[in-house]
């Protein structure tokens, strides 16, 4: 593996989902299988055990083995493995339908978000000045939407990669436009090293990743959730 992967796998309707759910169970240990019954949203606790299946899935892909009774270890601020699974580093995040991960051989943070109506107010609270002032330049309202939700995944992909925060959230670091489409961290003691990258794979939400590593898979790996039985 000398890439960052990326993966997803959408929701699927109640109904549906009911009859792959069991199987999908016995595939995670017995806290994963708790806190998933302990949602009252179908949805929200579908999400949750996609995102445990999702992240063994992708363990797999790196060819190292794991045990359906072996749970994560979680960081300081309950990232999965802060410091990798033998070797291998993934982030796991979700919106709307879909659940996604990213895989790579050092350590990575992944945002994904459905594109939505933003509150007023929003890009100024949290957004740094050169970030508002890219915003501000774009004259239509679903061009500033498209862009705000583009720089939050960007802004957010990078505060998991890092897993134990910033003192200052989301606006103590900025992202810049680097040309041709791309984005990349302000110079800062805090941001070296770190690497940013955006993709396409569904209509409606934006997928950000970042990571230490140079290299990126060019496309977004869909997954059914059959494949994962």
Known sequence: ?????????????????????????????????????????????????????????????????????????????????????????????????????????????VDIERVRPVKPGLAERFFSATENRMLAGIADEAGRRDLFFTLWTLKESFLKAVGTGLSGGLKSFSVEAAGDGRFALASDPETHGWRLETRDFAQGYKLAACARRPGFAEQVRIVRQEEFL
């Open 1 to 109: 593996m000398n890439q960052t992967k990326f993966f997803a796998v959408a929701l699927r309707p109640d109904s549906e989902f009911a009859r792959l759910e069991p199987p999908l169970l016995s595939l995670v240990p017995e806290c994963v299988r708790r806190k998933t019954h302990a949602f009252a949203v179908p949805a929200a606790a579908q999400a949750n055990l996609l995102g445990e299946v999702l992240a063994r899935h992708v363990i797999r892909e790196a060819g190292i083995g794991i045990s359906p009774d072996t749970p994560f270890e979680t960081g300081e601020k309950g990232k999965p493995c802060p410091d990798g699974y033998r070797g291998a580093h993934f982030n796991i995040s979700h919106s709307g339908d879909w659940v996604v991960a990213a895989l790579s051989p050092d350590r990575v943070g």
